[in-house]
C-alpha cells in the first residue's frame, strides 16, 4: 500500500510559480517511480511528467517541458512539482501517483495509487 498526499497548491498570478510536494508513506518510497497529473474542469485527467525510482530520469509532457521540473527526496519520502512561468491554461487538480513497475507512462490507468489532489489557479 502507497499513501499520497499533496499539498502546495494555491492561486498565483500568470508568470508565477508555485512548488507542489508529494508526500509518501507505506511501501518503501524508493521503490516506485511517481508521476504528476493534472485534471481540469470538463477535462480529461492529462499527464503532466514523472521520476524514476531514483530520481535520475524523468520525463515531461509537451506542455512542462521548460517551465515545470520533477524531482524527488527519497530521504524525505517526498515528490516535488516546481511549476514556473505559469499560465491561466495550466489551471487544475494537480495529481501525484505511485508507479509501482517503474514504467512511466504517461497514461493514468498505468499507475497505481493516487493522492486527493491540490488544486492551482492561475489569474490572468
Known amino acids: 500500500q502507497v499513501q499520497l498526499v499533496e499539498s502546495g497548491g494555491g492561486l498565483v498570478q500568470a508568470g508565477g510559480s508555485l512548488r507542489l510536494s508529494c508526500a509518501a508513506s507505506?511501501?518503501?518510497?524508493?521503490?516506485?517511480?511517481v508521476g504528476w497529473f493534472r485534471q481540469a474542469p470538463g477535462k480529461e485527467r492529462e499527464f503532466v511528467g514523472a521520476i524514476s525510482r531514483s530520481g535520475g530520469t524523468r520525463y515531461y509532457a509537451d506542455s512542462a517541458k521548460g517551465r515545470f521540473t520533477i524531482s524527488r527526496d527519497n530521504a524525505k519520502n517526498t515528490v516535488y512539482l516546481q511549476m514556473n512561468s505559469l499560465k491561466p491554461e495550466d489551471t487544475a487538480v494537480y495529481y501525484c501517483?505511485?508507479?509501482?513497475?517503474?514504467?512511466?507512462?504517461?497514461?493514468?490507468?498505468?499507475?497505481?495509487?493516487w493522492g486527493q489532489g491540490t488544486q492551482v489557479t492561475v489569474s490572468s
Open positions: 507505506g511501501r518503501t518510497f524508493s521503490s516506485y517511480a
Open positions: 501517483a505511485a508507479d509501482l513497475d517503474g514504467s512511466m507512462r504517461s497514461v493514468s490507468e498505468e499507475y497505481d495509487y
